[in-house]
């Protein structure tokens, strides 16, 4: 009964994002009508301009939303199973800072190696990730206090590396500046291509930890009881969910509160089996950047507003008001 | 069927275990009993390979079960420690069902036979009306019956229950007893337990180890084992004991604590 509701819910979630994803293709300072549009996906083009429009600058941008939405979305799902925490986010607990220092370094130290980015990310965050374990593990597992606390920590010292790098590289600064700020403006089909084989990977290595993540949240000793090698399991998830922040980081820079705040709007929808609250989560993650990046980019248009900036301004309330409903 | 063989467990450089063995025959229901921080939990961990003895073996029908996979081992023994939380709007069903996965590989999904075993598990445990409902919609004892019926679709040998009734009022922990003690005449299913109620121990145990300070103090049928000196000696407590009418099991009435204001001990000299 459970099951069949929540598949309903998932399937309609993922219409939606197909649904936004190509309204999202019409906006902007040229609106392309959605007919235009479909006729452009499905059939032979319309019109020169509008095949421009569409599959060099609309379509990339919208697909780069959704996967790095997906991405950041799964990744804190992930790590809220493995934590045992629902704060566990990629932003709070300094995943991501950790990621975008070792990006940020390419960037204004060594820029030649520029394709190395993606795999530096993962490094970082990696490191990053350690840190906070070796910090907030304490005899008894994880404290939630004691991961914000080390997330504060690892966020702050990476907070003061990235100063030091823009005061000594103040010249490269500019190139960076847009992406420092989670910007999806500009990336273009080099960035999606980039971002793409490393999240198919991910999100194909995600399906098969559905099981493995259902069963951690079962409690350590339960889980080893049903013959699992729970520390194992544990570092090879929060390895796939390094490596999930880490692509989205090196691809569009740091967006925060997703990975925090979609989780838990999917487990409000679906509930906490993992094998509806995981792809739940990746269309919800979709859902939430695409319109976070399309307000930003047309509520003040000619403006724009990186869609990391947007995701604080809404994520910072919703952030607090879970603290008010005590969800942690 | 299993042997514990003079193993010691040390937490953090403390010996916490020392030196102890005992043997569970197959279809037999063992229970340990002992004073808090004896080392009675640390025992069924050691066994159920939570923890590993720094000396000695424990041995699963002749392999040490060091040697065994973790699988392997899943598919022996599974324990049940006195409170699990299953996230909140798990199903009683689909909590039973991840009993299973010990005889899965990790891309098998559910067969038909496995459907027919955990609904066999529901059944076992009268749970069958619950599998629907919410784990944590249940009461203390429907919910410890829940975690039962996980374990037995885990189609162990042997059941390692840690304090199964701590948590649960009388009659609920006569429930989980009874069941237990079903469990065991039906499908010969070997039980060791760490009780803290002496009279449930001497009540549904067919041998009782008890263990202080780390140390086995003596191992023997419930006739054997419950004396006034044993219960003095290890609980400082006086008490009479006297032999339950119907199937002779020895049940004890606690009088008075053998220590005097103050925490003297009267008999010091025991």
């Not at chain 1, 019409?26 to 095949?51: K, M, T, Y």
């Not at chain 1, 493995?82 to 370094?105: E, K």
């Not at chain 2, 975690?147 to 229950?161: E, R, T, Y």
């Not at chain 2, 609980?235 to 103050?262: A, F, Q, W």
């Amino acid at each position: 009964m459970m099951h069949s509701r929540n598949r309903v819910v998932v399937t309609v979630t993922f219409a939606l994002v197909v649904v936004m994803a190509i309204i999202a293709i019409g906006l902007g300072s040229v609106r392309v009508p959605i007919p235009d549009i479909l006729q452009a996906l499905f059939h032979a083009s319309s019109s020169h301009v509008n095949d421009t429009i569409i599959f060099d600058i609309r379509l990339p941008r919208v697909l780069l939303a959704l996967i790095i939405g997906a991405n950041i979305a799964i990744s804190g799902a992930i790590l809220q199973a493995v934590m045992g925490n629902p704060l566990a986010d990629p932003g709070l607990t300094g995943v991501t800072s950790g990621a975008a220092v070792a990006v940020l370094t390419i960037m204004l130290v060594m820029p030649e190696y520029t394709s190395f980015i993606p795999i530096a990310a993962f490094i970082g965050g990696i490191i990053a990730a350690s840190i906070v374990y070796s910090l907030a593990w304490k005899k008894r597992g994880l404290s939630p206090i004691s991961i914000i606390l080390a997330g504060v920590a690892v966020n702050a010292l990476c907070g003061g590396v990235v100063g030091y790098l823009s005061i000594m590289y103040s010249d490269r600064l500019p190139s960076a500046v847009q992406w420092m700020n989670g910007s999806l403006a500009a990336k273009g089909n080099h960035v999606l291509w980039m971002v793409l084989p490393y999240s198919i990977v991910g999100w194909i290595a995600s399906i098969f930890a559905i099981r493995k993540t259902n069963i951690i949240k079962l409690g350590d000793q339960v889980a080893s009881n049903l013959g699992e090698n729970v520390n194992m399991i544990r570092i090879l998830l929060s390895i796939l969910a390094v490596f999930l922040a880490a692509t989205s980081v090196a691809a569009i820079g740091m967006i925060g509160f997703v990975g925090l705040i979609v989780p838990h709007m999917a487990r409000f929808l679906v509930g906490s089996n993992y094998k509806y609250l995981l792809p739940m989560s990746m269309a919800l993650g979709a859902l939430v950047l695409l319109i976070a990046d399309t307000g930003g980019r047309t509520i003040v248009a000619p403006l724009e507003i990186p869609a990391g900036i947007v995701m604080a301004v809404i994520g910072g309330p919703y952030f607090l008001y879970l603290m008010r409903r005590s969800v942690f | 069927m299993l042997t514990v063989d003079s193993i010691s467990i040390q937490y953090e450089k403390k010996t916490v275990i020392q030196d102890f063995s005992f043997s569970v025959q197959e279809g037999e229901i063992v229970s340990i009993i002992g004073p808090n921080g004896s080392g009675k939990s640390t025992i069924l961990k050691a066994i159920s390979r939570q923890l590993a003895p720094s000396k000695g073996d424990i041995k699963l029908q002749g392999v040490n079960i060091s040697k065994l996979g973790r699988k392997e081992t899943a598919r022996q023994m599974c324990m049940l420690s006195q409170r699990n939380t299953a996230p909140e709007d798990m199903t009683v069903y689909d909590l039973v069902s991840y009993g299973r996965y010990p005889h899965k590989r990790w891309f098998e999904k559910l067969a038909e036979k496995d459907e027919k075993i955990i609904e066999w598990a529901l059944e076992k445990t009268n749970m069958t009306q619950f599998k629907e409902k919410r784990i944590a919609m249940l009461s203390g004892g429907e919910s410890q019956r829940a975690w039962i019926a996980m374990a037995l679709s885990q189609q162990p040998k042997i059941l390692l229950l840690d304090e199964p009734t701590t948590y649960l009022d009388i009659s609920h922990q006569h429930e989980v007893l009874e069941l237990v003690q079903e469990l065991n005449r039906e499908m010969n299913m070997t039980v060791i337990m760490v009780l803290h109620d002496l009279n449930q121990a001497s009540y549904y145990s067919n041998r009782i180890v008890v263990v202080q300070n780390g140390k086995k103090q003596s191992c023997g049928t419930p006739e054997q084992v419950m004396t006034t000196d044993m219960v003095k000696n290890v609980y400082r407590m006086n008490c009479e004991i006297n032999c339950n009418c119907n199937d002779k099991k020895p049940r004890i009435h606690l009088l008075n604590s053998t220590k005097v204001r103050g925490g003297i001990s009267v008999d010091k000299a025991n």
